[in-house]
């Protein structure tokens, strides 16, 4: 499997709720990172967090970091139909050179 | 999108033939790298370039070949040794973020080409 596997993979809500998303992986990592997709076109940069680091916050998305468990969460605060859009993590691992590594991805809809 | 073009953004291919999928970036950057994404899936590496002139196989190689003569551009051709190529397929590039606390890699995507074998 992927060295990072998100959960849900689905997740429809109201606008104006919270959205969370989480993100495990396997091995050590230098830092996690999350993109966004919009369907059918290409992923966006949208937060990093460093190992070292538990929690980041960037406008509306919160992204926190557990290295113990080896997992890692973004939340989207007071959503918007406009934050429809496909959510992945991706792992750039200390052993896999310069590398990022994927997650499989959580689909947002956002229901005006 | 940034900086990065991909064409064609639809491309219809015969079973049994090669095909060629372009990419080309204007941000300077040294590597690039080429992923596949199946429906409802995360990507996946395919083959990736630090540098010109040299390319390093990703997961999933396999009937695919990459050249890298100049720094801006950096084609895939899905051969026919690829039984199952239908997908979408992005290319990214790559750049070293200076920030407090170190540098770290960030990728820009292109906005993919959907391939579908007929």
């Known amino acids: 499997s992927q060295q990072g596997e998100e959960d849900p993979q689905a997740l429809s809500i109201q606008e104006g709720e919270n959205a969370t998303m989480n993100c495990s992986y396997k091995t050590s990592i230098n830092n996690l990172q999350w993109y966004r997709q919009n369907s059918g076109r290409g992923l966006v940069h949208l937060i990093l967090i460093r190992s070292n680091e538990r929690e980041k916050h960037s406008g509306r998305l919160r992204v926190t970091l557990d290295t113990s468990k080896k997992s890692s969460s973004l939340l989207i605060t007071a959503s918007r139909a406009a934050d429809t859009a496909s959510y992945f993590c991706a792992t750039d691992r200390k052993a896999a050179g310069n590398k990022l590594t994927f997650g499989g991805g959580t689909r947002v809809l956002v229901k005006p | 999108d940034g900086g990065i073009t991909q064409s064609p953004k639809y491309l219809f291919r015969k079973e049994g033939q090669n095909v060629t999928l372009s990419c080309e970036q204007n941000?300077?950057?040294?590597?690039m790298y080429w992923y596949r994404q199946d429906p409802g899936q995360g990507l996946r590496l395919i083959y990736y370039s630090q540098i010109v002139n040299d390319f390093q196989k990703g997961d999933i190689a396999e009937g695919y070949s990459v050249s890298r003569e100049k720094k801006e551009s950096f084609p895939l051709t899905v051969t026919s040794a690829q039984k199952n190529p239908t997908a979408f397929y992005l290319c990214?590039?790559?750049?070293?973020?200076?920030?407090?606390?170190?540098?770290?890699?960030?990728?820009?995507f292109g906005p993919g080409t959907r391939l579908t074998v007929l």
């Open positions: 941000l300077n950057h040294d590597a």
């Open positions: 990214a590039s790559r750049t070293t973020v200076g920030l407090a606390g170190g540098p770290y890699n960030e990728q820009f």
